[in-house]
């Protein structure tokens, strides 16, 4: 096999609303049948970015291929990209099979034909009954159904997603995101999908585009985002994350190298060669933490304190716990809730273990 | 209703609005009905006698004429509102809100001025000696083209007074079909034209109806209007009206005109009303 083959690509693209608000320059490949998605807080430019794609915004530099055609001088009806709104956008004054047959009407796809993808778009999308209802007789989960079916139908080049689940309730968001997930896995679909919600681009990307104010900071796969954030910015906003600034001390040991964080607390992390007096920043995952002594991995090298619990919040299957370290060092700490954690309470000394290799030195 | 017990709550938020119209429009409107079966008498006005005079006479070739120019004419400068006033909403609505502001207060502007002095700033422009004659003139491409005192210049009048009245409902209308339709009519294919004529054209159509129907209604009941910027030849049902009662006194004359131009607008209004209520009936059944 030659590899994957690159569907869309994003070169250099610029959108400057005024010298103050500009996004980009972004670049980016997405290649065929990979679900990328673009993560960010609002106003970080991921949904600009969607829009420039879709044709409707005009990108003030930069260019944007798909399948190796220049998209950007094409007006938007003419673009081979299916757009899932965030409020669906489904025609309200059309039943469910015309809004589905909308774009093969305007392709002058002949009738029967138009009856038996409709069908079949339904079915695939699990309504199959609901051609004859209207939009506002569906709830907002079917909705977002037949704005997916009404897109697939036309079998783009290209699917994109603005935020297509945030105005759904939490089960059901949970269970869109699931179906979604299969749907483009079944149709090999290559799908751009923009959220704010970390959780949901964890779960349904092949990569993730991490977005700060109209730059991209990072772009990885969801572990490689999570495992080893480029930047403290993407530390911070990709689940929860200790980020401390802390001073080289000097090697510790064949692999190790000795750390102290601003608040004095002393830690092993994996070595960094001729460092020492360097500032670094670290990133501790507050679920890497563990209460008994380490089981796994090189036990000799972990990383043991006590640490005072200040506060304890009860969230099921997880505690969260706010800790100083070795009287210190302020920590935030999950832990599976267990038989142990009962005795857990604000003010009691714990014992706390990390791994080193637990312990990740962002770049910036 | 039990003695003693208050009366249901809306008769108290409908109640003084009933009254006031019961007093100033239902009781003198009966009074103009039962006129219009009364007889005519050149010195009394009208003899309490029964006749169906009055309406017997509108078959005649005038009359009818008469209603089927009002007709005719309102029916123009409806379309003329529509299509002028179309694009006019459709940009308003989908403006910043500070061009959409200014807009309509020059939308609206006019309304603040009155009909006579509005009609007067027509005659200066399209009267002989006006500005579009002088300009003809200067161009050589005409002296002194009759302009004013047309069935034409009745419809621009009309038109120009009752634009607001077209664009506001469309605006309101279009103003709640979000933009993320038109997107997802051009996402799926659509050129800008079939997207205007699939999606935003029949969802603003109730707004386009009641607009169509209020310029309608003002322009079939016009009066200063046609009375100053039409001729002879294109008078309107209103100013017979007006002439039947101040200079010919013929109150049951003018009060069976009223009658059947009230009856002719009742049915033309239902009957639009109907339409749109079956359309959307069809459209959302549930």
Redesign the interface.
Same mark, same amino acid.
């Given at each position: 096999m030659a590899g994957p083959k690159v569907e869309l690509e994003v070169r250099g693209l610029t959108k400057r609303y005024s010298p103050q608000v500009t996004v980009g320059p972004l670049s980016f490949e997405v290649m065929e049948g990979e679900f990328f998605s673009l993560l960010g807080p609002s106003g970080c430019g991921k949904t600009t970015t969607l829009r420039c794609i879709?044709?409707?915004e005009t990108p003030s530099e930069g260019a944007i291929a798909l399948g190796g055609r220049r998209l950007d001088d094409r007006?938007?009806?003419?673009?081979d990209?299916?757009?899932v709104?965030q409020?669906y956008?489904?025609?309200?004054?059309l039943t469910v099979f015309d809004n589905v047959a909308?774009?093969l009407r305007?392709?002058k796809v002949d009738k029967a034909a138009i009856e038996r993808r409709v069908g079949q778009m339904l079915d695939l999308v699990d309504l199959p009954s609901l051609g004859a209802r209207?939009p506002?007789?569906l709830s907002g989960g079917q909705q977002q159904r037949v704005a997916i079916a009404?897109?697939l139908v036309?079998e783009p080049s290209l699917l994109l997603f603005d935020e297509p689940l945030s105005n759904l309730d939490l089960k059901l968001r949970i269970q869109m995101r699931y179906e979604l997930r299969l749907l483009q896995r079944r149709l090999g679909k290559t799908a751009v999908y923009v959220t704010h919600d970390q959780t949901e681009a964890l779960a349904l990307s092949d990569r993730i585009a991490v977005l700060s104010q109209g730059r991209i900071e990072q772009i990885g796969t969801p572990s490689e985002i999570y495992e080893r954030p480029a930047s403290a910015f993407v530390a911070d906003f990709i689940g929860s994350s200790n980020v401390l600034r802390a001073r080289v001390r000097g090697d510790g040991g064949p692999a190790d190298t000795a750390v102290e964080t601003e608040h004095g607390l002393l830690l092993t992390i994996p070595r960094i060669p001729d460092a020492a007096g360097a500032t670094v920043t670290l990133m501790l995952r507050p679920e890497r933490f563990q209460m008994a002594a380490l089981s796994n991995g090189d036990a000799a090298r972990a990383n043991r304190f006590t640490a005072l619990v200040r506060d304890v919040t009860y969230l099921g299957e997880d505690l969260h716990l706010r800790v100083l370290a070795s009287d210190r060092q302020p920590l935030l700490v999950s832990i599976k809730n267990s038989k142990g954690t009962r005795a857990i309470a604000s003010g009691a000394a714990i014992d706390l273990a990390i791994d080193p290799e637990d312990i990740h030195v962002l770049r910036r | 209703m039990g003695r003693g017990q208050p009366p249901p709550y809306w008769v108290l938020f409908v109640g003084p609005y009933g009254l006031y119209l019961l007093v100033f429009l239902v009781l003198p409107f009966a009074n103009v009905a039962l006129l219009s079966v009364y007889l005519h008498s050149p010195t009394k006005i009208a003899i309490a006698e029964f006749t169906t005079a009055n309406y017997s006479k509108l078959w005649e070739l005038y009359y009818a004429n008469l209603f089927f120019r009002t007709l005719r004419l309102s029916l123009a400068v409806t379309v003329v509102c529509v299509a002028l006033g179309y694009p006019l909403a459709y940009l308003l609505a989908r403006a910043r809100p500070r061009s959409m502001t200014l807009g309509l207060f020059l939308l609206i502007m006019p309304l603040m001025v009155s009909t006579v002095i509005r009609v007067f700033g027509w005659v200066v422009i399209l009267g002989n000696e006006g500005l579009v004659n002088q300009a003809l003139r200067q161009l050589g491409a005409g002296d002194g083209v009759r302009l004013l005192h047309t069935e034409g210049a009745v419809i621009v009048g009309l038109a120009q007074q009752s634009m607001p009245f077209m664009v506001l409902p469309i605006m309101a209308s279009i103003e709640r079909i979000?933009p993320?339709?038109e997107? !997802?009519?051009?996402?799926?294919?659509?050129?800008w034209g079939?997207?205007f004529t699939?999606?935003i054209l029949?969802?603003s159509m109730p707004g386009l109806l009641s607009g169509a129907l209020l310029v309608f209604s003002v322009s079939m009941s016009a009066f200063v209007t046609p009375a100053l910027m039409g001729g002879r030849r294109s008078r309107m049902v209103g100013q017979q009206i007006y002439e039947e009662v101040l200079s010919a006194y013929n109150w049951p004359g003018a009060a069976s005109l009223t009658i059947v131009l009230a009856l002719l607008m009742l049915g033309l209004v239902g009957l639009a009303l109907w339409a749109s209520r079956r359309r959307a009936r069809l459209?959302? !059944?549930?």
């Open positions: 879709a044709g409707f007006p938007p009806h003419r673009r990209v299916g757009l709104f409020n956008a489904l025609f309200p004054h909308f774009g305007l392709r209207y506002a007789q009404r897109s036309l | 979000s993320s339709l997107e !997802a009519a051009r996402n799926l294919g659509a050129s079939q997207m699939r999606t029949p969802l459209e959302t !059944a549930r």
